[in-house]
């Protein structure tokens, strides 16, 4: 194999990889470990794809990811590289990890604290802490498994999933989330707070197999941490990285066609201008990748698209206040109307939700970089449904809600005291990252949708072709970004010829 891959690096080093996500900044460091003349091509003005940031007066925001989980997925990057994460950023673990609003001040703050959790849960449930004991030690099980083995597949084929473990849990793909937590837990507010972390995965946990349970374990068993600086801290260390193992990063630069001779990737137009490739990876929206190619050279039809279930795109608001708010925390939910209704306006019948759900980020409470003393920055998301009507007085609407809904379950004012807001939402995430009806998260990880059913990293139409990132595996965050970037790397070495 050694011999092998220095022969093919002899006769190929030039590899274009198209946009600079983490996906695409994982891929990168991968391969130019291996002795790849790697050049990143970034259509905006900054790095990070989604995970940007903004700033305003003295203000910061994470205008993408606000949430640090799965921390030993960060560690097994870097240390494929020799290095730590403290090596480029500073890690604060939440206490709270969070806080969820179920009316006015009626909350509950999950702990960071394992043990204090089952209390809270005791509290609310009698009998519900028996559960949970029984139920986070099936999902520390079931993450072990995905993360040590499964998510680092590349979706080639059924025979991936099949180890004795997933045989002997074989059921936990066929019941849902929702099936699980349900028949064990009566409280609605416990329900929500269980459901919750399968959202990260871009689907309703009614549709999400049982398996993905893991995710609860990444909340309770691992924790929620903060990047000192936020998440773009952490982009810049994935930069800087790759800067120090070779690779060239581009930004500004609009690629318009992946360019093929012979069945084979010869490179990419840029603006105009051809740029010679003997590998192309695309880190980009998948469905836009492949319109960069002649019909004849795609693998998957609009058809195939339109029939998908893509996670929900966002409303965003990056908001400055002019003074410390009162009963929120970090991370915020707002759980007070219900989910399964929101949900039905996401996934079913596409529609603005008339009693959103959202979510709130005060990074400013851990993190004075985030904002002038004695002021707040706070970052509002409301999941929505992609290709949606997006209009400003949609947007105006929406944020006239949601702060109402924020002064009433927090009993305080804060409509006078906002300085300015910024906001984000569906053609934003058309405009900036070609992203398929503006979805915010990839496909989601539904049982149809998981491991070898989604989308391939390896062309099968055109040679030295490959795609990382959130619509082929394993899906949908950042963690599995990271982890895609790793596959395609893999996959660049078994498959280029």
């Known amino acids: 194999m050694f011999n092998f891959v220095v022969y093919l690096l002899n006769i190929m080093r030039n590899l274009i990889i198209i946009g600079s996500g983490f996906s695409s900044l994982s891929a990168s460091c991968y391969l130019a470990q291996k002795g790849f003349n790697v050049t990143i091509l970034e259509k905006n003005s900054s790095v990070g794809g989604r995970a940007r940031v903004l700033e305003q007066d003295g203000f910061k925001f994470d205008i993408g990811p606000t949430w640090y989980w799965m921390p030993d997925v960060f560690e097994k990057f870097f240390n494929d590289f020799n290095k730590k994460p403290s090596d480029y950023y500073d890690l604060k673990k939440l206490a ?137 801290e952490v982009v810049k260390a994935f930069v800087s990285l790759a800067t120090e193992l070779g690779v060239t990063i581009k930004t500004n630069q609009n690629v318009e066609k992946i360019e093929v001779k012979n069945g084979k990737t010869i490179g990419v137009t840029v603006d105009g201008l051809f740029m010679p490739a003997d590998i192309v990876v695309s880190g980009a929206d998948y469905h ?100 949606i009507e997006d209009t400003p007085e949609i947007r105006a609407h929406y944020f006239n809600v949601i702060i109402e809904r924020l002064e009433k379950l927090t009993n305080q004012k804060v409509s ?59 899906g949908p965050g950042v963690p599995p970004s990271i982890i895609s970037g790793k596959i395609v790397s893999e996959m660049v070495l078994q498959n280029a010829i």
């Open 416 to 474: 006078d005291n906002i300085l300015f807001k910024q906001s984000y939402c569906v053609n934003d995430f058309i405009a900036d990252y070609n992203s398929y009806k503006g979805n915010a998260y990839g496909l989601a990880n539904t049982l149809t949708q998981t491991a070898f059913l989604r989308p391939k990293i390896t062309s099968k139409k055109v040679q030295n072709l490959f795609f990382t990132g959130q619509l082929t595996v394993p």
């Open 96 to 232: 709270p990890a969070y806080q969820v609003y179920f009316d006015v001040l009626e909350s509950l703050t999950i702990s960071d604290n394992i043990e204090e959790i089952y209390t809270i849960f005791e509290k609310e449930e009698k009998g519900s802490s028996k559960y949970l004991k029984k139920f986070l030690k099936a999902a520390k099980f079931n993450y072990e498994i995905a993360v040590n083995n499964m998510v680092y597949k590349p979706g080639n084929s059924i025979a991936e999933l099949i180890t004795f473990d997933t045989i002997k849990n074989v059921n936990q793909f066929f019941k849902s989330i929702s099936t699980e937590v349900r028949a064990n837990i009566k409280s609605k507010k416990l329900i929500q707070i269980l459901e919750f972390p399968v959202l990260f995965l871009g689907a309703k946990p009614s549709n999400t197999p049982s398996f993905y349970s893991f995710m609860n374990y990444a909340d309770f068993g691992l924790g929620t941490w903060h990047p000192e600086g936020g998440m773009f």
């Open 288 to 387: 836009h990748s492949e319109t960069l190619l002649d019909k004849k050279h795609r693998m998957y039809s609009e058809k195939y698209w339109s029939k998908k279930t893509f996670a929900p795109s966002s409303l965003l608001f990056y908001v400055g206040f002019n003074k410390k708010l009162e009963n929120v925390a970090h991370h915020t939910l707002f759980f007070d109307t219900d989910f399964d209704v929101h949900a039905v306006d996401i996934y079913d019948t596409p529609q603005w939700p008339k009693e959103p759900l959202f979510y709130a980020s005060f990074p400013s409470i851990t993190d004075n970089s985030f904002a002038p003393i004695n002021n707040e920055a706070a970052t509002f998301l409301i999941p929505i449904a992609p290709g």
